[in-house]
């Protein structure tokens, strides 16, 4: 069964050190990846994607994500954390065949202390 | 370029009660999805639609109807509504032909009580 998976429901991190949230996936063929952040109250943003080329995808607001296909993950990163990052983080990737639904993760709570 | 807007924002239903919950976009997307979140969990498809006239289940249909008239317009109806409904609920659009990602609205947040 195609899946995402993020393993962790919370992630704490002090602010100015760098931060990683984690992103697993199983899905058939060639995914297509995104990160989506949700502030409270707030819609889904879109932070990133891989689709193909460079494993290492620049995203808005500092964020970056690594493709690796070994251990099919896409994490994402910050090398310096803010307060003002602190919100829900969603992985989602795409799935083939499918009239482009996309497989959602549970979201990870980002809590960012001063 | 108001990207995808949803209304209302708000609404209480009463059990048994009916309504709509609007989606329009303004981006000429093909691609058109209503979601539901339930508090603290991630998002589950409710309908999709990859164009005017053409629509499909998701995840979890049961209790809803939807329709695309037009390639900017996809209402989610609601029949008969349940306790089990109350959910903030989010329509998204997106482009087969790239760019991939989806785009989401506010969302509408809906109490059934």
């Known amino acids: 069964a195609q899946s995402v998976a993020q393993p962790e429901d919370q992630v704490n991190v002090a602010e100015g050190n760098p931060l990683t949230v984690k992103c697993t996936y199983s899905v058939s063929g060639n995914p297509y990846l995104f990160w989506y952040v949700q502030y409270p109250n707030r819609g889904l943003q879109f932070l990133l994607k891989?689709?193909?080329?460079d494993n290492l995808v620049k995203g808005s607001y500092g964020f970056e994500a690594e493709f690796n296909k070994s251990q099919t993950s896409f994490h994402l990163k910050k090398p310096s954390a803010l307060v003002s990052d602190s919100a829900l983080y969603f992985c989602?990737?795409?799935?083939?065949?499918?009239?482009?639904?996309?497989?959602w993760g549970a979201g990870t709570k980002l809590i960012i202390k001063p | 370029n108001a990207g995808v807007t949803q209304t209302p924002k708000f609404r209480i239903l009463k059990i048994g009660q009916s309504m709509t919950l609007q989606c329009t976009q303004d981006?000429?997307?093909?691609?058109m999805y209503w979601y539901r979140q339930d508090p603290g969990m991630g998002l589950k498809l409710i309908y999709y639609s990859v164009g005017a006239g053409i629509t499909d289940k998701g995840e979890v249909p049961n209790g809803y109807n939807v329709s695309r008239s037009t390639t900017e317009d996809f209402p989610l109806r609601l029949e008969l509504a349940a306790p089990s409904q109350t959910s903030v609920y989010f329509c998204?659009?997106?482009?087969?032909?790239?760019?991939?990602?989806?785009?989401f609205g506010p969302g509408t947040r809906l109490t059934v009580t």
């Open positions: 981006m000429n997307h093909n691609y």
């Open positions: 998204a659009s997106s482009s087969p032909g790239g760019p991939y990602e989806q785009y």
């Open positions: 891989y689709i193909t080329g």
């Open positions: 989602a990737v795409r799935v083939l065949d499918s009239n482009y639904q996309l497989i």
